[in-house]
């Protein structure tokens, strides 16, 4: 199905304090990943609405991934549990709505931890590579 | 979505940073300069060399006004670090500051990408397509203006909290000085002598120990914990646990209607006191009773019985007599109070490196660590100075100091980091034993020796000359003979390439520094982050060394890092002049991301209640139906609530739904919606 040079659309919604800061320190450290992630930058991962990431598939991504801080660590105490639960429960949405739950991934990475957001950023883009281009592509406009 | 605010007609600027080569080296900032001008709404799209400096800037107030301009969009580098620069530009050019977006593409792009300039410079265009997306549809915010509570508080009482607390304080600000143990001090009071100056510690510490006791400013709360934090920068709320100290201050005594009673220091209870216990404050190498203070020096000067081991027999009760000092019976006490702005230095604990079992710490009687040489050395500590073997208080003639005990150290079980005061105080040590012992000689087992400040590098040549034995090579093991108790240190000299057994009659473990033991539990309260030490996170490393990410919070000492103590006192200095902005401003603005109220949408079903952390919201009779209500004062702008209500009734101003799907289908369906 896919063509050779078929590179995966991958989202990342992620929170200001921690993530947002832990991929600004990769980018200090000079330690590189893959290109394939454009990221959106919220306050916490508690504002993401399952609606946001229902409307990425829609839209054709392959791909989605949700990063906070560590549990215990939300800036706003208990965001990214309540993040965390939503993704839970949309991940077995997903399945049912025939997509592969690894398509979207929650993650947590501190502001200190620049290199293992290069890491989980490298896990991502390996693993939606390997699942292939989203089966609601051809319905995305 | 009903309460999208399209205007007539957006109008964006975009601007594309080369940050020099940093952007341009892996971005071609010309092709998404270019690409930029195509965008919906675009109407003017520049680049420039560096997009910060005074011309940088310009061009965005000017191409505000010439191009009637609605929004902003700069694409450099990330906007931790320089949205607030930009947006004080946009305000520049007349238009409202949270009109502008900024596109990351030097941290998250051409800085991972660097040898992917296609990639690099592809991401670069969806990011700044993104951004004009949000851009169109920014609306006008008002930052909301908050009076300053006007007083301080510092955790921690060691070199690094006090002089903290007394520059606060001395720049007429009301400061709680808070410090868990019964008196001020920290590990400074612990050292014999100071490198490189050769100082003694308790002479220069002990005065200011008093000057904080002193000072009007000050309120000093020993023997107290942070039990609770609330609020934000300019108000915080924080419950203090006092803990249960048995022993009544004269203030306190007074207060209970004993006027000239209260502990006077006089130390009667410590003499009939029948229960013995090992000092902590000795490392347990003197003992101490169940009422009891650390050393004559401590600052409250007033007793603390230990509960633990108290056995309520009496006698002090008995012996303390008229002054009525002692309650038996005293629990723990709550005290809330109310702060604009908070230091926080909670210092360090030794690396328990009997962990690193090769050198036999707690295996080999005359194996010990460094904090216990300094109070052996010191002429008020458990020997009176005399530095003996513990296995048969011989003085010792050779000594061996091993350097990063645990510190740079990779395997797992010590520190990866320098600890950075070992190298300087060992050589301390080393100067200390020549100089009270005759025909000592210290052995340095050493990987190598930073001595990085000032005057430290002559303080090591000084050594040198004085004698001391200086091995290169990290100390493989250390064995025990059973029958002297002498120790044979083994490591290979690398500076002559084999392996050598020095036999000594003690050994020195230089042992790493670890954040103390509370520090976990501290940050958690105060809402700060750690590195992957463990060790407080400034808000960033060269910019802003004081700060945290949490507004209105600061660092001083080694809780951020380990240091020394001129370092300690000048990062104290620095947070206590952070911390006394706010409060002398007297307000903050604090960033507008309310959570609203669409009132005509909200069902009025209550679910957002009971999701915000903060207890902003509920729900409230309006003409004749239920609706929730925030309260602004107490949200903080998370959006946890709003990226829950089932019927998107609650919009997160500068982060509404609207302008986040429009950054979301901007990536996928390329900005053609
Ligand atoms: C063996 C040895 C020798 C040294 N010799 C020298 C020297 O010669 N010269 C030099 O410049 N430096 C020396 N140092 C380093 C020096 O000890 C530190 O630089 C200095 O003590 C740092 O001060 P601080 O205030 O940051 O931390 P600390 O001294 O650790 O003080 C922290 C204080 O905070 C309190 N605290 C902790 N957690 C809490 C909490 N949750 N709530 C309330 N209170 C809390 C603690 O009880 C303590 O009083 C030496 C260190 C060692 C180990
Ligand atoms: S009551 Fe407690 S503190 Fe007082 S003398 Fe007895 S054991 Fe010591
Ligand atoms: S955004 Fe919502 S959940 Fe978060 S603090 Fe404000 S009202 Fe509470
Ligand atoms: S602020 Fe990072 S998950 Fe809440």
New binding site residues.
């Given amino acids: 199905m896919a063509d050779e040079n078929w590179k995966p659309k991958i989202i990342a919604i992620i929170c200001n304090w921690c993530s947002y800061a832990g991929a600004d320190l990769a980018g200090s450290a000079r330690t590189q990943y893959p290109t394939d992630i454009r990221a959106i930058r919220v306050m916490c991962t508690g504002r993401v609405d399952p609606l946001f990431i229902m409307k990425a598939f829609q839209d054709g991504a392959d791909g989605v991934l949700v990063s906070g801080c560590h549990f215990g660590d939300c800036h706003y105490l208990e965001g990214n549990y309540k993040a965390a639960k939503r993704m839970f429960l949309l991940k077995s949405v997903l399945k049912n709505i025939g997509l592969d739950d690894k398509r979207l991934r929650m993650t947590f990475v501190s502001a200190s931890e620049g290199a293992k957001w290069a890491k989980v950023i490298e896990d991502v883009v390996d693993t939606i590579t390997e699942l292939g281009p989203s089966p609601l592509n051809e319905f995305a406009r | 979505m009903a309460e999208v605010k399209k205007y007539e007609e957006p109008r964006i600027g975009v601007f594309v940073c080369h940050c020099g080569t940093n952007i341009a080296g892996s971005i071609d900032v010309k092709a998404v300069m270019e690409y930029a001008s195509t965008l919906p709404n675009v109407v003017i799209a520049d680049d420039y060399q560096y997009m910060c400096s005074t011309p940088g800037q310009n061009k965005i107030a000017e191409a505000i006004e010439e191009q009637k301009l609605t929004g902003v969009v700069v694409a450099a580098c990330s906007p931790r670090l320089h949205e607030p620069t930009f947006r004080a530009a946009t305000k520049e050019g007349g238009l409202n500051p949270f009109r502008f977006e900024m596109a990351n593409i030097r941290e998250q792009n051409s800085w991972v990408h660097m040898h992917q300039p296609e990639e690099a410079t592809a991401k670069a265009k969806d990011a700044v397509r993104i951004a004009v997306a949000k851009a169109s549809l920014l609306e006008d915010l008002i930052p909301k203006s908050v009076p300053v509570e006007q007083a301080a508080m510092v955790?921690?009482?060691?070199?690094?909290?006090?002089q903290a607390a007394l520059d606060l304080a001395s720049a007429g600000i009301k400061t709680y000085l808070?410090?868990?143990?019964p008196t001020?001090?920290?590990?400074?009071s612990?050292?014999d002598?100071?490198?490189p100056t050769l100082d003694c510690?308790q002479c220069i510490l002990t005065p200011k120990m008093v000057d904080v006791f002193r000072h009007e400013n000050i309120e000093l709360l020993t023997y107290?914990?942070?039990e609770a934090v609330e609020g934000y920068i300019g108000n915080f709320d924080v419950t203090l646990r006092k803990k249960a100290r048995g022993v009544l201050t004269t203030e306190e005594a007074e207060a209970r209607g004993f006027v000239g009673g209260g502990c006077n220091g006089c130390g009667d209870c410590e003499d009939v006191c029948p229960v013995i216990r090992p000092n902590p404050f000795e490392l347990g190498m003197s003992p101490m009773k169940a009422i009891y203070i650390y050393h004559p020096q401590v600052s409250p000067l007033i007793y603390t019985i230990d509960f633990d081991s108290c056995v309520k027999c009496g006698l002090c009760v008995d012996v303390c007599g008229d002054k009525k000092a002692i309650d038996l019976n005293a629990v723990d006490e709550f005290e809330t109070v109310k702060v604009g702005t908070i230091v926080l230095?909670?210092?360090?604990?030794?690396f328990p490196v009997e962990e690193k079992h090769e050198w036999g710490y707690k295996n080999y009687d005359n194996v010990i660590?460094?904090?216990e040489?300094?109070r052996l050395i010191c002429a008020s500590g458990p020997t009176g100075g005399h530095l003996i073997r513990p296995s048969d208080g011989a003085t010792p003639k050779r000594v061996g100091f091993v350097l990063c005990a645990g510190s740079r150290d990779n395997t797992g079980v010590g520190k990866p980091y320098c600890s950075r005061?070992?190298c300087?105080?060992s050589l301390?040590h080393a100067h200390q034993i020549i100089e009270k012992i005759p025909g000592a000689v210290p052995y340095i087992f050493y990987m190598d020796i930073r001595s990085f400040g000032k005057m430290y590098e002559e303080f090591y040549y000084r050594i040198q000359d004085e004698g001391a034995k200086f091995i290169r090579g990290r100390v493989a093991n250390i064995l025990e003979d059973p029958v002297t108790k002498n120790l044979h240190v083994n490591t290979e000299d690398t500076l002559l390439g084999r392996p050598i057994d020095v036999e000594v009659d003690m050994v020195v473990l230089?042992?790493a520094?670890q954040p103390?033991?509370?520090?976990e539990?501290?940050r958690r309260l105060f809402g700060v982050s750690c590195s992957q030490d463990g060790w407080l996170l400034e808000a960033h490393p060269k910019l802003n060394p004081c700060g945290t990410t949490t507004a209105g919070v600061y660092l001083?000492?080694?809780?951020q890092g380990?240091?020394?103590?001129?370092?300690?006192v000048a990062q104290?200095e620095g947070a206590a002049s952070a911390a006394s902005i706010p409060i002398h401003r007297g307000e903050v603005e604090l960033e507008p991301y309310f959570a609203v109220c669409l009132e005509d949408i909200c069902a009025g079903c209550g679910m957002c209640v009971n999701l915000c952390p903060y207890q902003a919201l509920a729900l409230v009779e309006k003409d004749g139906r239920r609706v929730m209500q925030v309260t602004e004062a107490k949200c903080k702008g998370c959006g946890t609530c709003g990226g829950f209500c089932p019927g998107g009734a609650i919009r997160m101003q500068h982060f509404t739904t609207p302008q986040i799907v429009a950054q979301i289908d901007a990536f996928l369906l390329g900005g053609e919606q």
């Fill in positions: 955790v921690g009482g060691g070199v690094g909290g006090m808070v410090e868990k143990d001020i001090g920290g590990r400074m612990q050292l002598k100071t490198f510690s107290t914990e942070v230095a909670t210092g360090y604990d030794i660590t460094s904090l040489f300094e005061f070992c300087m105080y301390k230089a042992a520094v103390s033991e509370k520090t539990a501290t001083a000492g080694v809780c380990p240091k020394d103590i001129p370092d300690t104290a």
